[in-house]
């Protein structure tokens, strides 16, 4: 029996022998939100009310909310567009940051580009995660951004890391201890995976999740600023960028060609030059909990981006309930080739009711 699992944890950095330098004027961090809290503990921001999407990640809230700011959301279209008479509406309450993103590599923001330049004029600070976007030849969606940040693992095997970066005339600040227990956790797990993978030893599985599960629990409860662990940089610095590149694009591809599924709706059924996905996001209007565990039983597992937020009000709940609660997201990345993606194929349009 041969390991065959798609999807879940890293378990190595895809890393090439030559190091590439470090990006200009990034600050490393533990993590993105590490780089997210301190552009915010950086920029002095007298205004404490931030606008964000309603279809985010919690940890992107919980910068602003755990310091006591006030957080609006404005409305993402199902394309995952934001709803440009929303963002009018909200930038009404004279928000004094105010995050953009594009989802899943693409820049489905661009739209909101003229309104950004007017929120900047009235004295918003625009920070850009570029997380999804950080392979693409074009990373900024909004070029006139004050601050970028980035979280490194989710593109590859490295225990933790991030970067932050300032567009304008603010320093930012230069964290200077790591997040030891989280990021020794993370690594510990990380090689316990990797002999998962040679043993597929029930034992050794069960060891790995519980490694990354109380790993997370750390970062769950810390919003401090932490550098970047030296392990993981040397990590980040030797990944095989182009390798990572090519395989994830040809990996999207196939399933854009070959995934036809009566439950499934791809969320981009393109992929533009320059873009490097990472994910192939996709809807399904019913049994997504069903298909899931279908998968699962078939050692396919496959992440809900993301679960919602506590923080969003009811109208943002609302508003973004569909997308919560359809979407879902297939791996492509770099560790499958594309026979295993015949595989995750062939299991999908197995799966019937």
Known sequence: MRFDEIGS????????????????????AASGRSAQSLIIASAQISNKRALLPAYTCQHIVEPFDWIGWKVDFYDINRDLTPNVESFKEKLELNPGCIIVEGYYSFPTAKCLIPLLDQAKANGAIIIEDITHSFLNDTQQIYSDADFLFCSLRKWSGISD????????????????????????????AREVKADYVSNL?????????????????????DVGLYKMSEQAFDDYLHLDFDFIKARRREN????????????????????????????????ISE??????????????????HWPAP?????????SSWRIYNEIMSIPCDQRYNISDMERLVSVISSFGL
């Open 9 to 28: 944890e890293y378990w190595k950095a895809d890393r090439f022998t030559t190091a590439s330098k470090p990006i200009k004027n990034a600050v490393y």
């Open 161 to 188: 890391g991030g970067y932050a970066i300032s567009m304008c005339e603010t320093i930012l600040q230069i964290p200077t201890a790591p997040m030891t227990q989280f990021t020794a956790l993370r690594h510990e």
């Open 201 to 221: 030893n029930a034992k050794t599985k069960a060891e790995y999740l519980h490694l990354y599960e109380e790993a997370e629990k750390i970062i769950d409860q």
């Open 252 to 283: 999207y591809k196939y399933l854009l060609n070959n995934l036809k599924s009566e439950y499934i709706q791809p969320v981009f059924p393109y992929l533009p030059e320059g873009v490097t996905p990472i994910m192939f996001p996709v809807y």
């Open 287 to 304: 049994h997504r909990t069903e298909l899931r565990s279908y998968l699962i039983e078939n050692r396919i597992y496959c992440p809900v």
């Open 310 to 318: 506590v923080q969003l009000d009811k109208h943002a709940k609302e």
